[in-house]
């Protein structure tokens, strides 16, 4: 069982950043990829980031590459998205979440999440 709790969103403008945190549980956090996803009203949640067990790997959705970057503290069992030049198409909920079964590159491989946390960028 893990539990993930994202912390970090907020109300910001145009252009400013923000850095999202996920704290997992368990001992086994760090045994496990793990991706951000977020979802905007009206529309499908879609994947934003994902990281490898041990932070080496990563990936990006296309829409914002250069602007995001993932990483994780295993010792703290905490996962980061730092989010450059918001937009206010970045405006969502944000969900982290683990993949415990193998496979990180799809979210149907994504099995415990968050609850998520709102980022509201303002232009």
């Known amino acids: 069982q893990v539990q993930l709790v994202e912390s970090g969103g907020g109300v910001v403008q145009a252009g400013d950043s923000l850095r999202l945190s996920c704290v997992g549980s368990?001992?086994?956090?760090?045994?496990?990829?793990v991706g951000w996803f977020r979802q905007a009203p009206g529309k499908e949640r879609e994947f934003v980031a994902a990281v490898s067990r041990y932070g080496v790997g990563t990936h990006y959705t296309d829409s914002m590459k250069g602007r995001v970057t993932i990483s994780r503290d295993n010792a703290k069992n905490t996962v980061y998205l730092q989010m450059n030049s918001l937009k206010p198409e970045d405006t969502a909920v944000y969900y982290c979440a683990a993949a415990t079964r193998g496979g990180w590159t799809k979210e149907a491989e994504y099995d415990y999440w968050g609850q998520g946390t709102q980022v509201t960028v303002s232009s």
């Open positions: 368990g001992r086994t956090f760090s045994s496990y990829p």
